[in-house]
């Protein structure tokens, strides 16, 4: 006996106001009243982000007639009891421009389903059929559809009815809608597609060929080449390109991505320049999320509750190794040579040693408490926190480096051994699952190291570690307030140090605990006005850092809201935080060896 599907539909219903119509009918409702749920938050974006804020109006109907329906909670609503199907249609403002909710305009539209599709509680197994129509109007005869939903009677790309296995299935996989542009390639024994929706001069032929490098190295990674095989039937990535902007969301069989339209490769240039680099890394890591996350995942998220907080401490491996992999699956892959991954990986090294919260917080703390501080940072985070995902990527690349040196395993074995005792499996991974995993490959080598830099604050020995590998570990001051690191000083750097980051307008965006700033009074949001009774602007202040010496007192006027204040500062020399790193060019064989199956895998 077929199971009763729920029912869907979404319309683009006004795209000018930015608004879906999106019905669910429920052919056999609870005869005490049907309830409707939508999720609080979705996975991939650990905050609880009430997605119930963008509901306008809400409504039910049954046999062509109204049904009295209320909400009882702030995401849950109850309709009156019916003997028939009941339909509840929400009209719903998507105006969201990122990749975590729902999108429309004109020009396109978008949604992921936690934020539209309301789930009829205790049906949340039932398959689902969705109508996914197009907006009425000549601007919209060229839009198509590109999602991982399998269709059932919609034409290929095109408007019409899909299906999901249940509500789980439904809400992972985002629809775009638009008139995108399209590559094609193939990996794994899949077909990949890549829809890019806005304004581009892009060369898609180079997209697809450098994207197809990257996917099939990840899956011969988990799969064992030579008969490696992706774990969907197929895979899409939907870009949008804007004039500013990043981000990405994994997903079951595809990802939503946010970039810059110049990160898109040109037509005509065989080079990858950095913003190029930039959205390499950033689909190689929502790609390395189909393994991990989505179905390697912590049995804190086996199942979701979409309604509350899903606590681990382990996310610092979920995004954090998959930081680790997306650079790496670059030079892996043959993208990029092993000196511009070095550099790569000197400025996420730089960002870690540029956070003092690194000493307050463990990675695995601040994997627990992701949904109250990482999605929500201040302008004390710094000095509070650290993130699990620069600072997860550099244990893990520690990890890595402990388990190569020992010569028992690599951190490769143990995304192997991860995939197909928990990925293929469907079994959460314990909270303690790997550390023990590690401990169980990588023996005596493995046994403190969780407990020094995952459990606790230590930082790993990057320099003692990468010198084994026949890389030269190098620190110095910042040279501007750009620096990211990754290279050596382009000239001189400053002798001082103020302590703090301002904007281009001198305002105090964060005051980092101990340094001058914080000791001579000066607070984040306060202005800078004058050094010195000069006026100050970014020059000055660059000039001041650069000429003055450590120890030298400094009056500094501000602004406090609007009240003007002086306070007498006493500088401090330039922290050594920016990184970069080099190859050895007399490395010993051992090391040379060391190196190579490191990069190359």
């Given at each position: ?127 689902c059929i969705v109508e996914i ?179 681990t401490s382990q996310l610092w ?89 020992a010569g028992r395993a690599s ?191």
């Amino acid at each position: 006996m077929n199971k009763p599907q729920i029912r869907y539909s979404i319309l683009p219903s006004n795209p000018e106001a930015h608004l879906f119509e999106v019905r669910c009918t429920v052919d056999d409702p609870d005869a005490e009243g049907q309830r409707f749920r939508l999720p609080a938050w979705i996975p991939g974006s650990y905050l609880i982000r009430e997605f119930a804020r963008h509901f306008v109006h809400v409504r039910a109907e049954s046999g062509g007639g109204s049904v009295p329906i209320v909400k009882e909670e702030k995401a849950v609503w109850r309709a009156a009891a019916t003997t028939g199907p009941l339909t509840v249609i929400a009209r719903i403002y998507a105006y969201d421009l990122s990749v975590r909710t729902a999108y429309v305009d004109g020009t396109r539209a978008y949604f992921n389903g936690p934020s539209v599709f309301l789930c009829p509680e205790g049906r949340d197994k039932a398959p689902c059929i969705v109508e996914i129509q197009r907006p009425e109007g000549d601007p919209f005869e060229n839009w198509r559809v590109a999602t991982t939903l399998r269709p059932d009677g919609a034409p290929p790309r095109g408007f019409g009815r899909y299906r999901a296995d249940d509500y789980g299935d439904l809400i992972d996989h985002p629809v775009e809608m638009s008139d995108f542009a399209l590559a094609t390639f193939a990996a794994g024994g899949a077909p990949h597609e890549i829809a890019i929706t806005g304004r581009r001069h892009a060369d898609l032929a180079r997209l697809a060929q450098d994207l197809a490098r990257v996917c099939q190295w990840q899956i011969d990674l988990f799969g064992g080449a030579p008969q490696s095989q992706a774990p969907f039937d197929r895979y899409l990535f939907q870009v949008t390109a804007v004039g500013d902007g990043y981000g990405g969301l994994e997903h079951r069989s595809s990802t939503s991505l946010l970039c810059r339209r110049d990160e898109l490769p040109t037509p005509g240039r065989a080079d990858i320049n950095d913003g190029y680099l930039n959205f390499l890394g950033l689909a190689s890591h929502e790609y390395f999320h189909g393994w991990n996350v989505k179905r390697i995942k912590p049995a804190a998220f086996s199942p979701y509750d979409l309604a509350r907080e899903n606590y681990t401490s382990q996310l610092w491996a979920f995004e954090g190794i998959t930081s680790y992999y997306d650079d790496l699956a670059l030079v892996r892959s043959g993208l990029i040579g092993a000196a511009r991954y070095l550099e790569l990986l000197g400025r996420t090294i730089t960002n870690v040693l540029r956070t003092p919260g690194r000493h307050r917080q463990s990675i695995s703390e601040s994997s627990f408490d992701a949904w109250i501080k990482f999605y929500r940072q201040d302008e004390n985070s710094p000095n509070a926190m650290v993130s699990y995902y620069a600072k997860g990527s550099v244990v893990a690349l520690a990890l890595d480096l402990t388990l190569r040196k020992a010569g028992r395993a690599s951190l490769d074995h143990v995304m192997r051994a991860l995939w197909q005792r928990y990925g293929s499996t469907g079994v959460g991974v314990p909270e303690d699952g790997i550390e023990q995993l590690v401990q169980e490959l990588g023996g005596a080598a493995a046994r403190d190291f969780f407990e020094r830099y995952v459990h606790d604050t230590d930082d790993p020995p990057l320099a003692a570690l990468l010198g084994a590998f026949g890389i030269e570990w190098h620190i110095r001051a910042a040279s501007s307030a750009g620096d990211r690191g990754g290279k050596p000083a382009p000239g001189p750097t400053p002798a001082c140090w103020l302590g703090a980051k301002a904007s281009d307008d001198l305002r105090l965006q964060h005051v980092y605990t101990g340094g001058p700033a914080e000791r001579a009074g000066l607070a984040p949001h306060d202005v800078l006005v004058a050094f010195d009774g000069v006026r100050a602007s970014r020059d000055t202040l660059a000039s001041t850092l650069a000429d003055r010496s450590p120890g030298e007192r400094l009056t500094v006027h501000a602004f406090r809201r609007d009240e003007l204040f002086s306070v007498e500062l006493e500088l401090a020399g330039a922290p050594l935080d920016t990184c970069y790193l080099t190859l050895r060019e007399d490395a010993a064989a051992g090391a040379l060896a060391l190196r190579n199956g490191w990069l190359s895998g």
